[in-house]
């Protein structure tokens, strides 16, 4: 099922509506969706080079909204909505787990690395986020921040390298930002050390 919904959104980036189903997928994998919107937005860039800017504003944009829905759907929908959809996933008793031991450090550094990496998966910090009751402003700030960080990044290496790259970055970006994420993780836990 999910390889059929890897295909399905893939075949999205040849549609003359590309661009809001760009916008679409990259608004509900921050609150929802499995597929993450790079699977829209690499080929998108690589077919429109010339709009690759574009698309990067329209992921991060529409990413950054797809998240504060997360965050209303863990703030005012938690028991109603968002439980059930982290049961459908089978991310529930993690996600309960997570949800008492965490604090407000711990949560801003995750929603870098899962904004970065999808370490965690950016549906489940956003909706907790909003569980924990993270000030909304904050949230979105470090939304901005590291959603933008991704698909700028990925548009500038394209840009740089253009098809070359994809495969590179089809294969190995997940273990590149895991690692940048695994660093910045290391720099919180001896920041919490030192004080």
């Known amino acids: ?76 929908a938690y028991e109603a909505v968002a439980k059930p959809v982290l049961a459908f996933y089978g991310k529930l008793d993690a996600f309960e787990q997570l949800k008492n031991s965490v604090d407000y450090e711990t949560i801003v550094l995750l929603l870098i690395t899962s904004g970065l990496a999808h370490l965690p998966p950016i549906k489940v910090v956003t909706i907790l986020s909003g569980a924990v009751n993270i000030n909304l402003w904050l949230f979105v700030a470090t939304a901005i921040v590291a959603r933008g960080a991704r698909f700028y990044l990925l548009a500038w290496l394209l840009r740089r390298y253009g098809e070359n790259i994809r495969h590179f970055i089809e294969k190995r970006l997940g273990l590149i930002a895991g690692l940048v994420s695994a660093a910045l993780i290391l720099l919180f836990v001896g920041y919490r050390l030192v004080q």
């Open 1 to 76: 099922m999910l390889r059929r919904l890897y295909d399905w959104t893939l075949s999205l980036a040849a549609k003359k509506s590309a661009e809001v189903w760009l916008a679409v997928i990259a608004f509900v994998e921050s609150s929802i969706f499995l597929v993450p919107a790079d699977v829209l937005f690499l080929p998108m860039a690589l077919a429109r080079p010339g709009r690759i800017w574009r698309y990067a504003l329209i992921a991060t944009v529409s990413s950054v909204l797809g998240g504060i829905a997360g965050w209303y759907l863990g703030h005012y």
